[in-house]
């Protein structure tokens, strides 16, 4: 009995454990210990002066019901709608014709679409401040063409945020359009379209349905960040466009309300998390296509 | 260049050390100034050292709540003097954490602008010395704007559609419409509050930006032409164009405050009374302010105050003396305010 408990800790087992060990400490310290801080945090009562009371409430959740924050969500909801619909547009036929490139261009194309990342996110996005500022770059281009007599008041608005939105979310779209279409057996298309299919026709019944996984991928990997990137409505939106993520900064950093931004960030993990659930129901992929 | 650091570096290190030889290890030979980054031009900071022969360790914070928890766990100990906001001196004085001033050993404590004194927070002026203060006011651009703006009340006027910034601080632009309903700053009671949230749905329209940091850069490029603004912001936006007007809103201002105290336990509280006399001196303390662009709360040194800074450093001779304080309200008049403004933030950008 001794002898059989000894050999079930092979040297090979041992070292196998202690290899995933940092794994699953990382995981606890970083990832599951701040999600019950916080799934408890949310649960818990403001102090008068800082901090929190340990006291149980259910106030931070019945807040959330309050028709503002409401709709706070469904502004968000509208936002990322609206950016996941242009960067679908744009990013599909994007990546889908870069699949078709010939190796070198691909990976030229890669690289291209690389350089960008190599500079902070919040960076580039003061660059569009310069572009849409009063006098900037567009409103001299547009004047210059006689298209518009006086600057445009570009900058601050509902389209600004889009902009900002669509420009930091597209590469994902685009990378997971990509793999999913390079993967694609293209002698699958040549025999549609050898069978009498037209192109629009061979597209729709064979590449579109095949890359599906890939337009599926890109609109959840880029519908949930859109729900929470609320440094782009502070910078492009002048702060006017309120996203659940604003309102979490907000509650967190200037209204010292801890639990109420713990609750509604819980709020927002659950709708994200319920969104995967969806994509995994239609796709029926066990993992986000591409970049997962 | 990393070599001349390393190099300075040890160079500080040796002299640190044959000071403590030179020297017995006495009290007045330190002193751990605890504020924000850069609330002193360094010249000012090295003279002192020069004159006294105290060095100053000066760490810094970037949040008021960080300090208090620092003083706490050090039981008012560690820094011998600090320079926080009005509102946090409250409770650090309420839970005991600040000793009183000698004040047979500050000679210059008459310089101080009786304005500034006796707050809500030390009203019988035993713990602090006044360093500064920040008024909200309205800073505009007469070229861009058709009216003339003398209060919060003109900010709703038609013609300034989509042409306002403001900052981020939510109590001091909800403050605002209190004012104009001729409410106080530090109301409780909630229905006031949300009837200052309604009459702040009617400014919505005349806003086209709030932000915190960098709003005196809006106001200078034109993308907007009015703004409410921290009294730093004013000084750098009348820096670069000296035709922009200030405003002291008709309705009174609003306006905070930040004070030294000492920490109950500070290690060398001879040295904090030395430096606090130090920088009332008049001719010092014009230099800090001028550097600082806060409102200068020394009455003995506005003489000293250059004639291109004075505008915006020192209130008006007419002054009518009526002012508010914004203080901490009860944590359910805090979420109406929260609540107000995330109305009135998302009505602006619609």
């Not at chain 1, 192109?199 to 599906?212: E, G, V, Y």
């Not at chain 1, 713990?262 to 992929?285: D, E, G, K, P, Q």
């Not at chain 2, 210059?108 to 010395?129: H, W």
């Not at chain 2, 030395?274 to 303390?285: A, G, M, N």
Request: charged share 20%; hydrophobic share 45%.
């Amino acid at each position: 009995m001794k002898r059989r408990l000894f050999e079930c800790f092979s040297l090979a087992k041992c070292v196998a454990f202690l290899a995933v060990l940092p794994l699953f400490v990382f995981t606890f310290i970083f990832i599951i210990g701040p999600l019950v801080y916080m799934l408890v945090l949310s649960f818990l009562q403001r102090a008068e002066v800082w901090g929190v009371v340990n006291k149980f409430t259910l106030k931070n959740y019945i807040d959330i019901f309050k028709p503002i924050y409401l709709k706070t969500f469904i502004e968000s909801f509208k936002l990322a709608l609206t950016t996941t619909f242009l960067i679908a547009i744009i990013g599909y036929p994007f990546g889908y014709f870069m699949a078709k490139l010939d190796g070198k261009w691909k990976k030229r194309m890669m690289f291209i679409l690389f350089i960008p990342f190599w500079t902070s996110s919040l960076i580039r996005l003061y660059g569009w401040i310069i572009i849409f500022r009063a006098n900037g770059i567009l409103d001299k281009l547009l004047m210059a063409l006689n298209i518009t007599d006086a600057p445009l008041k570009l900058l601050y608005t509902y389209p600004a945020v889009v902009v900002g939105m669509v420009y930091a979310l597209l590469p994902f779209m685009i990378y997971s359009v990509y793999s999913s279409a390079e993967k694609l057996d293209w002698s699958l298309v040549e025999a549609a379209r050898d069978l009498g299919a037209s192109s629009l026709q061979a597209f729709w019944t064979i590449s579109f349905r095949l890359t599906m996984p890939g337009l599926l991928s890109g609109v959840v990997l880029t519908f949930i960040p859109s729900m929470g990137l609320f440094f782009i409505a502070d910078i492009l939106g002048g702060n006017k466009v309120v996203l659940v993520g604003n309102l979490i900064q907000e509650q967190l950093m200037k209204a010292h309300n801890w639990p109420f931004a713990a609750a509604l960030s819980v709020v927002l993990m659950i709708l994200t998390s319920l969104m995967i659930y969806i994509y995994r129901r239609i796709s029926n992929v066990k993992e986000l296509e591409g970049l997962v | 260049m990393k070599k001349t650091y390393v190099l300075a570096l040890a160079l500080v290190l040796c002299f640190s050390l044959l000071a403590g030889c030179g020297r017995s290890p006495s009290q007045d030979t330190q002193l751990n100034l605890f504020t924000w980054e850069g609330m002193f031009p360094q010249e000012v900071l090295d003279e002192f050292t020069a004159e006294t022969g105290i060095t100053i360790n000066y760490s810094n914070f970037d949040f008021n709540e960080t300090m208090l928890a620092k003083l706490q766990t050090a039981k008012g100990g560690d820094y011998d003097l600090v320079i926080a906001d009005d509102y946090i001196i409250e409770t650090v004085i309420a839970e005991g954490l600040a000793q009183k001033l000698d004040k047979s050993k500050l000679k210059n404590f008459g310089n101080i602008n009786p304005v500034y004194q006796s707050q809500f927070y030390d009203s019988k002026d035993e713990y602090t010395v006044p360093y500064g203060a920040g008024i909200q006011t309205i800073v505009y651009d007469p070229e861009l704007v058709d009216i003339d703006i003398t209060g919060y009340g003109d900010l709703w006027d038609s013609s300034l559609k989509n042409s306002i910034g403001v900052i981020g601080n939510y109590r001091v632009i909800n403050g605002l419409a209190l004012k104009v309903l001729g409410e106080s700053y530090n109301t409780e009671d909630i229905s006031k509050i949300e009837a200052a949230g309604e009459k702040l749905l009617e400014l919505a329209p005349n806003i086209r930006l709030i932000k915190d940091d960098n709003l005196q850069d809006d106001l200078l490029t034109g993308e907007i032409s009015v703004g409410v603004m921290y009294t730093s912001q004013v000084t750098l936006a009348k820096l670069s164009n000296p035709n922009l007007k200030v405003v002291f809103p008709s309705e009174g201002i609003g306006f905070g405050i930040m004070a030294a105290f000492i920490p109950s336990n500070a290690p060398n509280p001879d040295a904090a009374h030395k430096f606090i006399d130090y920088i009332l001196q008049p001719e010092v303390s014009a230099r800090c302010f001028e550097w600082l662009g806060f409102y200068c709360t020394n009455k003995a040194a506005e003489e000293y105050i250059s004639e291109e800074y004075k505008d915006f450093l020192t209130l008006p001779i007419d002054f009518s003396g009526d002012m508010e304080m914004i203080q901490r309200i009860s944590a359910e008049a805090e979420e109406a305010h929260t609540k107000i403004w995330t109305e009135f933030k998302s009505a602006a950008g619609k």
